[in-house]
């Protein structure tokens, strides 16, 4: 019986290459709308974020006379970009492999099945979602430089039109029509910056870079070792502990697993929070929360197919 559950847990847990693109495409939808709140407001230079934090216009004030006096640049984060995949990562890894120890611990199987079933589980679920973030990431910035060729041919051929749609759009925002037409009139005498414009403010999308290709394929390998390192951690309680005491049992392992999840868990929500405007105690306790919602769940059925088959 323990061997049924452990085929209908794999069946669950493990993920195939296209499942993943499907989940990850999914999960590129709710970043995009994310980005302009999270992201961006990691970019705000630190002291400008204190100062509207403490709604100090003076403080504010100073902090750009200063930058400006001395030229300085603003502290934008260029590793940003691996901000989603190593927070997706880590909580897919750890989640699942969790996931696995508390499903397999509620339906009381041995520890060599956890071990076989957790890694192997993982390292492929790695390998998948590494390859996806990069198959997903390539193809749609290859996508956005494709819409980006065709508004530079529809520039090209009648910017007449492309100008007046522009100037609808920033009339629309409520500028007047004289101001809008000045605005667009002037940016339109550089080409590739306004169809960079056009691109941002008509489709709402970001040009990627020249080398977007090799920035995808870093957050494939950022995704892969996220996903292997933080889902390796419920795991190695498991490994490590019986070495130091063989005679410890099953249950005292499975706890461990638990302290040590939920340790994780709520750190890497309190490092979430430091992209986001939100406290970190509330980001850390939120992710805590909804992990150890998903390992319930697990536990639980588990705990409920182990029964179902035993009658």
Known sequence: PNWIVLLLFTAI???????????????????????STDEAT??????????????DTEASKNFHDTRHA??????????????????FGGLDGIL????????????????????VLGFSNIFADALAMGVGEFLSSKA???????????????????????????????????MKHEDAKLVIETM?????????IMMTEELNLQVPEEDHKTESMK?????????????????????LIPLAFPNLGE??????ACVVTGMVLFLMGCVKSNFSASHWFTCGLETLLLGGACATAAYTIGQFVDKLIAE
């Not at 509620?106 to 520890?111: N, Y």
């Open 13 to 35: 847990s493990t993920s195939n290459p296209l499942t993943n693109n499907r989940s990850k495409s999914n999960r590129n939808n709710q970043v995009i709308t994310m980005a």
């Open 42 to 55: 990691a970019l705000v230079p630190d002291g400008a974020r204190k100062a509207y934090d403490g709604l």
């Open 70 to 87: 001395v030229q300085s640049t603003e502290m934008h984060q260029t590793e940003g970009g691996f901000l989603k995949p190593l927070i």
């Open 96 to 115: 699942t492999s969790f996931a696995i120890v508390a499903g397999a611990a509620g339906g009381s199987m041995p520890v060599p099945v956890v071990l």
């Open 140 to 174: 749609e910035n290859e996508w956005i430089l494709s819409e980006r060729r065709r508004e530079n041919w529809e520039m090209e051929n009648y910017p007449e039109g492309e100008i007046k749609e522009m100037i609808d759009i920033y009339v629309d925002r409520g």
């Open 188 to 196: 339109a005498k550089y080409k590739d910056f306004f169809v960079d």
């Open 219 to 239: 957050e494939g390998v950022v995704m892969f070792c996220s996903f292997a390192s933080f889902g390796s951690l419920p795991l190695l309680g498991y490994v």
């Open 251 to 256: 249950e005292i392992l499975f706890t461990t």
